[in-house]
């Protein structure tokens, strides 16, 4: 008996109450938020000469250039009217998020072009190691996508060239 109360005595002494409370492992908020991938946007309309290149990295940095009247070689009449704009900024931990869970899926969608009508736009988006591209028949969350860009994109300062 006397052996049984000095195993319980030492240990009462041996764990103290606020570890036993205390949980052995914080849960890692990393783990549980989702991964942004780079991105790489590239949207045209050959006869209106409008061309935009969107970049996001990992680290939530976007930079937009946005090329209209865009020149098409050394002959091109157009040449001289081009002009560029270029965005760029980091993206809020908010945006980062909603760009994440627009690409909620992207694995699931075709990486054969789409097709679309004649003299429409081309759409070219790439997702971590996965490219979606084609024209006006490309899924719904492409174009969403690309309007959410766009937005994000204008709301950040114009680079001085």
């Given at each position: 008996?006397?052996?049984?109360?000095?195993?319980?005595?030492?240990?009462?002494?041996?764990?103290?109450?606020?570890?036993?409370?205390?949980?052995?492992?914080?849960?890692?908020?990393?783990?549980?938020?989702?991964?942004?991938?780079?991105?790489?946007?590239?949207?045209?309309?050959?006869?209106?000469?409008?061309?935009?290149?969107?970049?996001?990295?990992?680290?939530?940095?976007?930079?937009?250039?946005?090329?209209?009247?865009?020149?098409?070689?050394?002959?091109?009449?157009?040449?001289?009217?081009?002009?560029?704009?270029?965005?760029?900024g980091r993206l809020t931990p908010e945006q980062t998020e909603d760009l994440v869970h627009l690409f909620a899926g992207w694995d699931s969608l075709s990486?054969?072009?789409?097709?679309?009508v004649p003299d429409g736009g081309d759409i070219s988006v790439r997702y971590g190691n996965k490219i979606v591209s084609g024209g006006s028949g490309v899924p719904k969350r492409v174009t969403d996508i690309r309007a959410r860009l766009d937005e994000l994109a204008r709301s950040l300062s114009v680079m001085k060239p």
């Open positions: 008996m006397r052996v049984v109360s000095l195993i319980l005595f030492a240990m009462l002494i041996g764990c103290h109450p606020m570890e036993a409370e205390r949980p052995t492992r914080q849960p890692s908020s990393a783990a549980s938020k989702p991964f942004l991938q780079a991105i790489e946007l590239h949207y045209r309309i050959y006869l209106v000469r409008l061309d935009i290149r969107t970049t996001v990295t990992s680290e939530g940095m976007l930079r937009s250039v946005r090329t209209e009247n865009k020149s098409y070689g050394g002959n091109d009449k157009g040449a001289k009217s081009e002009r560029i704009e270029v965005r760029e990486s054969k072009p789409y097709g679309g």
